[in-house]
């Protein structure tokens, strides 16, 4: 089954502990992408990559960081978490060229930072 | 700067009525556009797109869009709502620099 996996999917942690949310695809997608949820703004864009090894940054990358080392996982990571980056966070991937843009999300990981 | 803008942040309708959410966006030239449907607690899941050619596409759940390059819209319809489409719906645009852009979200919620 096609899929893009998110986990955990639930995180609580605290103050400045790293963490790293993963991201896989089975789909051999060249472009994989992370967005935050915050109620009223919608999704916005942290961080996207166009194929392994290139990465760019979106609309809010401050505070992120990520890393493409295989096409089929794109790990989101926070080094030093803050409570402004408590949100729900998807996962998504895509196909590239035209006519072929249709991003499939994961399923979401909400993190609470305290 | 580029945008995508959804005007009403809750619309509420009776069940059988139509339905319109609206979707403007501000691009320099035609984007790739996209609605999607996301139900409490849940992903997002893709309900049509818009590349080019026909403007009046159809989606899936019985859902159409009308794309208008006059107006910078993309308003999404349904003739006749059911309880079950009660959820938040995402209008979003890429160009072809690959950034994404999501407009704030309509939340529909649809009475008995």
């Known amino acids: 089954e096609a899929q893009v996996t998110q986990n955990p999917r639930y995180l609580i942690t605290v103050t400045g502990k790293k963490l790293t949310v993963t991201c896989s695809q089975n789909?051999?997608?060249?472009?994989m992408s992370w967005y935050r949820q915050d109620p009223g703004l919608g999704l916005r864009q942290i961080y996207y990559?166009?194929?392994?090894?290139?990465?760019d940054k979106g609309d809010v990358p401050e505070g992120y960081k990520v890393s493409r080392k295989e096409k089929r996982n794109f790990p989101l990571i926070l080094e030093s978490p803050s409570p402004n980056q408590t949100s729900l966070y998807f996962c998504?991937?895509?196909?590239?060229?035209?006519?072929?843009?249709?991003?499939?999300f994961g399923a979401g990981t909400r993190l609470s930072v305290l | 700067a580029q945008s995508v803008t959804q005007p009403d942040i809750h619309i509420t309708v009776s069940e059988g009525a139509s339905l319109e959410l609206r979707c403007n966006y501000s691009?320099?030239?035609?984007?790739?556009l996209f609605w999607y449907v996301q139900s409490p607690g849940q992903g997002l899941q893709l309900l049509l797109k818009?590349?080019?050619?026909?403007?009046l596409v159809q989606g899936i759940k019985g859902f159409e869009a009308e794309f208008k390059r006059s107006q910078s819209s993309f308003n999404l319809r349904k003739p006749s709502v059911h309880w079950s489409d009660a959820a938040e719906y995402f209008c979003?645009?890429?160009?072809?620099?690959?950034?994404?852009?999501f407009g704030t979200g309509t939340r529909l919620k649809v009475l008995a």
């Open positions: 818009y590349f080019s050619g026909d403007t």
């Open positions: 990559s166009m194929n392994v090894e290139v990465t």
């Open positions: 979003a645009a890429v160009s072809g620099t690959y950034k994404y852009i």
């Open positions: 998504a991937s895509s196909s590239m060229g035209q006519g072929k843009n249709i991003q499939y």
């Open positions: 789909m051999n997608h060249e472009y």
């Open positions: 691009y320099g030239a035609t984007p790739y």
